[in-house]
Antibody, heavy 118, light 107 residues
Framework: DVQLVQSGGGLVKPGGSLRLSCATSGFTFNLFSMHWIRQAPGKGLEWVSSISHDGGFIYYADSVKGRFTISRDNAKSSLHLELSSLRAEDTAVYYC???????????WGQGTLVTVSS | EVVLTQSPATLSLSPGESATLSCRASQSVSSHLAWYQQKPGQAPRLLIFDASKRATGIPARFSGSGSGTDFTLTISSLEPEDFAVYYCQQRSHWPPLTFGGGTKVEI
């Protein structure tokens, strides 16, 4: 079975940093691009960042560009998101998700809550 | 950026009834549109991709149609577990991937 298990998250002060991780299993990780999507409390879904299967192509939403860094470790089948210069508006549940080519976000992690508050 | 507008915001129906959800794109996204279902406290689940293809394990009562700028998700006979929020998402013009604002299907 395809599994995406997230870790990290928690409460952080404005301006602080945090690292989210997404450990995967049940598929050949290095064949798939991966994405991060977030959802502010009571709100809809917002795409955050993506990384191609080999890490060669990386994209960010304008709202996080320059503050967040996506990375992957294909040897360990894991995905990461470094969050820095955090703001109150970054408070959200963050999901990792797999994106097969020419398809959609077909498997998602369980989500992890990031709360930015003093 | 492609803006996706979903309507209605809320749909109040009873089990056994049919649900019709709409998603309109600000520019053509061809057939590169997906639908997701999200229940409270859970991650979204992929239902439909490429406008009309059901994802693995999705019941036949869920169907998608449309192309270009107008898309529809139909749930032919609502089961109790279908009451949830539904989102559309496009991959035709990205980055960024964009999502609609969601339609809540409530009892």
């Amino acid at each position: 079975d395809v599994q995406l298990v997230q870790s990290g998250g928690g409460l952080v002060k404005p301006g602080g940093s945090l690292r989210l991780s997404c450990a995967t299993s049940g598929f050949t990780f290095n064949l798939f691009s991966m994405h991060w999507i977030r959802q502010a409390p009571g709100k809809g879904l917002e795409w955050v960042s993506s990384i191609s299967h080999d890490g060669g192509f990386i994209y960010y939403a304008d709202s996080v560009k320059g503050r967040f860094t996506i990375s992957r470790d294909n040897a360990k089948s894991s995905l990461h998101l470094e969050l820095s210069s955090l703001r109150a508006e970054d408070t959200a549940v963050y999901y990792c998700a797999r994106f097969p080519t020419y398809s959609a976000l077909d498997h998602w992690g369980q989500g992890t809550l990031v709360t930015v508050s003093s | 950026e492609v803006v996706l507008t979903q309507s209605p915001a809320t749909l109040s129906l009873s089990p056994g009834e049919s649900a019709t959800l709409s998603c309109r794109a600000s520019q053509s996204v061809s057939s590169h549109l997906a639908w997701y279902q999200q229940k409270p406290g859970q991650a979204p689940r992929l239902l439909i991709f490429d406008a009309s293809k059901r994802a693995t394990g999705i019941p036949a009562r869920f169907s998608g149609s449309g192309s270009g700028t107008d898309f529809t998700l139909t749930i032919s006979s609502l089961e109790p577990e279908d009451f949830a929020v539904y989102y559309c998402q496009q991959r035709s013009h990205w980055p960024p991937l964009t999502f609609g604002g969601g339609t809540k299907v409530e009892i």
